[in-house]
């Protein structure tokens, strides 16, 4: 059989490849694999399983042909510079991003963006259609791809379909806006298991389910109309809380080049007494305005004071084109400014703002050298940043600052949990992760470490895989 016509018993299908384009020594290009949770949890299922992934690969109006990485077949999907206005950055990006996180930025709902979504979103159900063993588990990731489990369902009956949304779930209130609602919830019943971060977005979805199509859910099982009076089946929806590659970060935690490397970190900062951190990606939903906001009033209250305690903010640059990223950047820039201006020292700043990512090393090497991790998002789907710190914390040290309105918050009880909109509740929460006692901090962070690493991303992505495996077919 030629490498074309392969087909494969596992199939993951989500907007992006888990790779990036990099020049080798010799000047040609190749590519390598990025860092991500996704690919380290469905790795053993992908090597054990002869396995597929599906995705766009990056860079637009580019026909690539499928290539092998890392034991990994690579299907990409092609996207025009158009399609990736549109569907990506519009329909993905400035309609559901926004309308999925509780509307914190205005959703823009545009029929050429929604026929742009469909049309891609049916590219990326043929490519799946094609590259799908008889009877193989296809799985289908995130918002930019609601449509694809029933348009897939359609092409391939034989199929195996899950579907994991990577983000919230919104109430009915909010997701009734949106002028495609049927069409999306018709698409996601399309898969025989719907995956959600936590039961609240689970029951959004079937609240959802029963407002628009009509049929109740018991026990999370949908019995989905079959079409012209045939037999219905059954789709289950249910919540799969993500995790992180604990036992990687945990043996880089320990790896004394990346302990030296945090020490020097603190020497760099001009070893503050408290050394504080955030590190979102560059969001209106990740609430770093309102941290910013209330790290300077402490300043200007006299709470805190340089060089005794600084804050280190890291912040991915992401969705740079889109009108209200490029807003939060510049109120994030401003913020920090002030902060500086008002309370920087020559050789002291109060906030040391990064704009850039960082490798995996340098960012373990951050969440050791940090005392306090502060994670005030607005609306986020788990966050995985909050998972990270704690399995760095190999001593027990440290204190995490987590907004309620994550999904992590539903896990990590045992976090200084806070209402980031209520500025002094969020101002009295840091003072308190500051001047944690010692023995508190570690009792907290023992069991959120004991948390985090026994619910890893491999026991995520097998929970949901051997759920998939177990649904039943017909009612
Ligand atoms: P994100 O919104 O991207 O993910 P998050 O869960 O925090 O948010 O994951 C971000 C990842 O990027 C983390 O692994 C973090 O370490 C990394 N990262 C952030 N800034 C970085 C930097 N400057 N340099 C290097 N790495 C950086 C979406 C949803 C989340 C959900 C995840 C997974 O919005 O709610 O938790 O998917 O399902």
Redesign the pocket.
């Known amino acids: 059989m030629t490498q074309r016509t392969k087909r494969f018993d596992f199939v993951v299908v989500a907007n992006r490849l888990p790779v990036d384009r990099v020049t080798g020594e010799d000047g040609k290009p190749g590519w390598k694999r990025s860092?991500?949770?996704?690919v380290s949890g469905l790795e053993p299922v992908m090597h054990t399983q002869d396995g597929a992934w599906i995705g766009w690969g990056g860079s637009t109006d580019e026909k690539i042909a499928p290539f092998d990485l890392d034991e990994m077949r690579l299907v990409p999907v092609e996207l025009s510079a158009a399609e990736f206005e549109q569907y990506y950055e519009g329909f993905a990006n400035a309609s559901l991003w926004p309308l999925y996180h509780d509307v914190i930025a205005p959703p823009e709902f545009h029929r050429a963006w929604w026929d742009a979504y469909v049309r891609v979103n049916q590219r990326f159900a043929k490519a799946a259609a094609a590259t799908a063993a008889d009877k193989a588990v296809v799985w289908v990731h995130?918002y930019q791809l609601q449509l694809v489990p029933a348009m897939l369902r359609d092409l391939r009956p034989d199929v195996k379909i899950g579907f994991f949304n990577?983000?919230?779930f919104p109430p009915y209130e909010i997701f009734a806006q949106l002028p495609w609602r049927r069409r999306i919830l018709e698409g996601l019943l399309g898969a025989d298991l719907i995956g959600f971060?936590r039961p609240y977005d689970t029951a959004n979805f079937l609240r959802a389910v029963r407002r628009k199509i009509g049929t109740t859910a018991r026990h999370g099982m949908v019995k989905v109309p079959g079409t012209d009076g045939g037999e219905g089946r059954i789709a289950k929806a249910q919540s799969f809380p993500?995790s992180?590659d604990s036992q990687s970060l945990a043996e880089l935690a320990a790896d004394p080049d990346v302990q030296r490397r945090a020490a020097e970190i603190r020497t760099e900062l001009g070893d503050p007494r408290v050394l504080m951190l955030g590190?979102?990606?560059m969001?209106y939903?990740?609430g770093i305005r309102h941290r910013l906001k209330a790290f300077g009033e402490l300043m200007d209250d006299g709470d805190l004071t340089v060089p005794d305690v600084t804050l280190v903010q890291?912040?991915?640059p992401?969705r740079e084109r889109l009108e209200y990223y490029k807003q939060i950047r510049t109120d994030v820039e401003l913020a920090v400014g002030r902060i500086n201006g008002e309370h920087g020292e020559l050789g002291a700043a109060a906030v040391h703002y990064?704009h850039?990512?960082?490798?995996?090393r340098?960012?373990v090497a951050f969440y050791l050298a940090a005392d306090v991790m502060l994670v005030t998002?607005l609306r986020?789907?788990?966050?995985?940043?909050?998972k990270?710190y704690v399995a760095t914390r190999l001593d027990n040290t440290g204190a995490l600052v987590l907004s309620e309105f994550?999904?992590?918050a539903d896990e990590l009880r045992q976090a200084i949990l806070v209402n980031p909109h209520d500025i002094i509740d969020l101002k009295q929460s840091i003072l308190r992760a500051v001047n944690i006692e010692p023995r508190e901090a570690s009792r907290r962070m023992r069991s959120l470490r004991r948390r985090v690493s026994e619910d890893d991303v491999k026991h995520w992505s097998h929970r949901f895989l051997s759920t998939l495996a177990h649904v039943r077919e017909h009612p």
Not at 356 to 360: G, T
Not at 380 to 386: F, I, K, Q, T
């Open positions: 860092p991500g949770g996704l995130d990577h983000i919230p971060q993500i992180i590190v979102d990606r969001d939903t990740k890291i912040a991915t992401s990064m850039h990512s960082y490798p995996r340098e960012m998002a986020d789907g788990m966050n995985l940043v909050a990270e994550t999904g992590a």
